[in-house]
């Protein structure tokens, strides 16, 4: 059992794990439990330094702060799953957070309602293409065999232009915000556009795809 949690540790964070020295901000860990929900699902190892160390925890404390972000601070609730470890005289509590049908919304540092993503070791904020690409996937948008002008220029400008900002796309474009965002989700969606996120912003090039 113990091998076990040393090979999951050895893993590193990721996608799907977050280690955690101890839980102090339950708005913040829940931004983390709805990533997960919202993305691919995953784990978070409580009383483990961020460089793999065990420090241990009381696991009760740790679950009732668990228990309170999903309940208050995630909407709707973010369901998990929970286990303990040992090792000597250290407890490591495993949380286990699947990938959820439903997209979860946390608070933000200013107490507003917004969509976070997991990427790579992150937990970030969900722009506006990602949003709205969920609604793509969960209504489906067939790929045309011809794309109209608009489609085509705004695919040219990313491919002359790119890698480049929503902001700057939409100056260099010629076509208004709105059009935009609708045609840069659907060539995500459609994996012809590539979305580059993380803590510096997001950038769109054409995908190597």
């Not at 091998?3 to 280690?19: C, S, T, Y």
């Not at 250290?90 to 959820?100: A, D, F, M, R």
């Not at 790119?162 to 796309?169: F, R, V, W």
Request: proline letters at 2%.
């Amino acid at each position: 059992m113990i091998n076990e949690l040393k090979k999951l540790i050895a893993e590193g964070e990721g996608l799907q794990l977050d280690f955690k020295f101890r839980i102090v901000d339950q708005k913040k860990i829940a931004r983390t439990l709805s990533a997960f929900a919202n993305t691919e699902g995953g784990k978070l190892l409580i009383g483990v330094k961020d460089n793999g160390k065990l420090n241990g925890v009381n696991p009760e404390e740790e679950y009732y702060m668990i228990e309170g972000a999903a309940a208050i601070y995630c909407k709707p609730e973010v369901m998990f799953e929970s286990r303990v470890w040992q090792e000597g005289h250290h407890l490591v509590l495993e949380i286990l957070v699947p990938k959820s049908e439903k997209k979860h919304l946390s608070k933000t540092e200013d107490d507003k309602w917004k969509y976070f993503v997991r990427v790579n070791d992150s937990t970030l904020l969900a722009n506006k293409i990602i949003v709205k690409g969920w609604k793509l996937i969960e209504y489906g948008v067939e790929k045309p065999i011809k794309f109209d002008k608009e489609t085509e220029g705004l695919i040219n400008t990313v491919k002359n232009d790119g890698p480049l900002t929503l902001s700057k796309l939409y100056r260099n474009s010629g076509l208004s915000k709105r059009k935009v965002d609708d045609l840069l989700t659907k060539l995500v969606h459609w994996d012809i556009v590539f979305m580059q996120i993380d803590e510096t912003g997001t950038r769109y090039e054409i995908s190597k795809k």
